[in-house]
């Protein structure tokens, strides 16, 4: 089985209160003569969220000035390379591995388009080989961090000596439009943060080779669910990436998750009480408390998740990446099988199981 050697995550220098970025987003979207009401509307959906600081590419002001998805997009051309490349070296640096050890690179993103890609832009900033396989994965929004997971492991799977980092890299900060006050634009600039995650996976006979143990990757489920196109995803246009963001994404995993998830441990002769550990994607409290309620969890498993929704927000493919950097700095932990689960546009679920 492929192993999990390390993680590692990176944000932006600006790092602000949820109360601060609250106020900065009202001034944007509604100018210097606000509607009150809806001000008032925009404080009560931030605080929702639960959401206590979140990193930003740029400072306040530098977000007046995106006029277009074009200069919203070099923004991104120009940051998420070198926040990608911090990630990635602090997660092979606690693997003990370097640049030239990498044979696959993975890289997810949906807040921005860059030909070439990310992972070809990391190659002469990290200094991976030339002949490193690459893998980008673009457009899958929140589930990418656990798909990155298991097509990672399926490719070091067939390559039992191999090396495979994925990274995920999100700058959603660059995605708020400026006038639009519709609520999917509201939750959106109070929920997702900007950042990212690496994750180190080697073949278990390189694993050996070097001593390593680690958390292996046992297997992964995916699934879409039918009629949900318009639940969650970007209308694309000249104007940039407008968010579509259903209500129903709560009751969709309420209702329709459990039975996927049992159906996955089936498979390996476990139940939903044998999941030691839990490695949850924060898609916002009430998605959270959907998730809670529908696989029965105990306030415990999802602690982890919890601090990164409050810590850093919703980093889109990035969090769930984020959320397993957690659970790997913790040391000594009993073995027992754990669960990575994230959802994204599709509407879709990925499961990936993990044994500790």
Not at 6 to 28: C, D, K, M
Not at 194 to 206: H, L, Q, S
Not at 256 to 264: A, G, I, Q, T, Y
Not at 340 to 354: D, N, Q, S, T
Request: a negative charge; proline letters at 6%; one cysteine or more.
């Amino acid at each position: 089985m492929p192993v999990i050697v390390s993680a590692g995550s990176a944000f932006p220098v600006h790092r602000h209160q949820q109360q601060e970025i609250t106020a900065a987003f009202s001034r944007l979207v509604l100018g210097d003569d606000p509607d009150l009401a809806l001000q008032r509307i925009i404080e009560r959906t931030h605080a929702a969220t639960e959401v206590e600081h979140r990193h930003l590419t740029l400072p306040f002001d530098d977000y007046w000035q995106l006029a277009d998805f074009t200069a919203s997009n070099d923004v991104f051309i120009e940051h998420a390379p070198k926040l990608a490349a911090e990630a990635v070296g602090i997660a092979l640096a606690r693997g003990g591995l370097s640049a030239s050890d990498v044979d696959i690179i993975a890289a997810a993103t949906v807040t921005g388009v860059a030909v070439p890609t990310l992972d070809a832009r990391l190659i002469p900033i990290l200094g991976l080989r030339q002949d490193v396989k690459r893998l980008p994965l673009v457009g899958l929004g929140c589930v990418a961090g656990a798909i990155g997971l298991a097509r990672a492991s399926e490719l070091v799977r067939a390559d039992p000596n191999g090396v495979a980092v994925l990274v995920a890299t999100e700058l959603c900060s660059l995605t708020i439009q400026h006038d639009d006050t519709s609520m999917a634009n509201i939750v959106s600039a109070g929920l997702f943060g900007d950042g990212a995650a690496a994750v180190v996976i080697v073949g278990d006979e390189r694993a050996k080779s070097l001593g390593i143990s680690g958390v292996h990757i046992k297997d992964s489920a995916s699934f879409l669910f039918p009629d949900t196109e318009r639940v969650m995803g970007w209308d694309v246009g000249s104007y940039g990436l407008r968010v579509v963001l259903a209500p129903t994404v709560p009751e969709i995993v309420r209702d329709d998750l459990r039975p996927l998830v049992e159906k996955f441990l089936a498979k390996h002769d476990l139940q939903l009480s044998d999941v030691r550990y839990w490695v949850a994607h924060p898609g916002g409290p009430k998605v959270l408390r959907a998730l809670e309620s529908a696989l029965e969890l105990e306030p415990s498993a999802t602690a982890h998740t919890w601090d990164s929704l409050r810590d850093v927000g919703n980093l889109s493919s990035a969090s769930v990446l984020h959320v397993l950097d957690k659970r790997l700095a913790e040391r000594d932990l009993p073995p027992g099988p754990g669960l990575a689960i994230a959802m994204g546009p599709g509407f879709c679920a990925e499961l990936v199981l993990l044994q500790w």
